[in-house]
């Protein structure tokens, strides 16, 4: 369902509902909108509002490395926050080396630390519309890389470009596209 309303002005319609409440309804309606609301998916109404929020799976077959090989799996969990996103992902590199990473982040371009990360200390988020967020990621204050996260329409692909230097001053490329789950 298309409603014309961008990430930020879903939030803010939330937002909104949630400081300025309905009418309270009849106690026997109130019971069964709340059992109604407990049997639904808990992280619905976040991905409609967020269309991140979910697990996605590394497809190694439609992903690009430059330089190769690269990673031979990742699953990502994003879950949605106020403003922004919680993430934790695991993957498994090239030479077989696991990496868990996590981080917490407001889309407002501040920097927010990366846990876990081989290459990054920090990384901030934009968006630039309501599928796609452009992220720097830092290393001792300094930008080295640059990460775009887009969300295909039918919300079922996650496609992130990333392009960077490593932390032995190695430049790399890749496409990395992930299945929801």
Known sequence: MKTGLSLF???????????HPA???APEAARESADSAAD??????????????????????????TPGPGWRSQVRTYRATPGGASVSWTGVGASGDTMHVSYDYTYDGKDYPMV????????????????????????????VGIAMRKVSADG?????????????????SQ???FDRQ
Not at 55 to 63: C, D, G, H, M
Not at 156 to 172: A, H, P, Q, S, Y
């Open 116 to 143: 876990g990360s081989a290459n990054y200390d920090t990384l901030n988020a934009v968006p630039v519309d309501a599928l796609t967020v452009k992220s720097e990621e830092k290393r001792d204050g300094k930008v």
């Open 40 to 65: 639904s998916a808990p992280d619905s109404a976040a991905a409609a509002a967020n269309p991140i929020v979910g697990t996605w799976k590394l497809n190694v077959a439609k992903s690009t490395f």
């Open 156 to 172: 079922k692909v996650l496609t992130i470009t990333d392009e960077g230097t490593n932390r032995k001053g190695e430049k790399f």
């Open 175 to 177: 496409v990395l596209v």
């Open 9 to 19: 002005g879903a939030l803010a319609l939330a937002v909104s509902s949630a400081a």
């Open 23 to 25: 009418p309270a309804a």
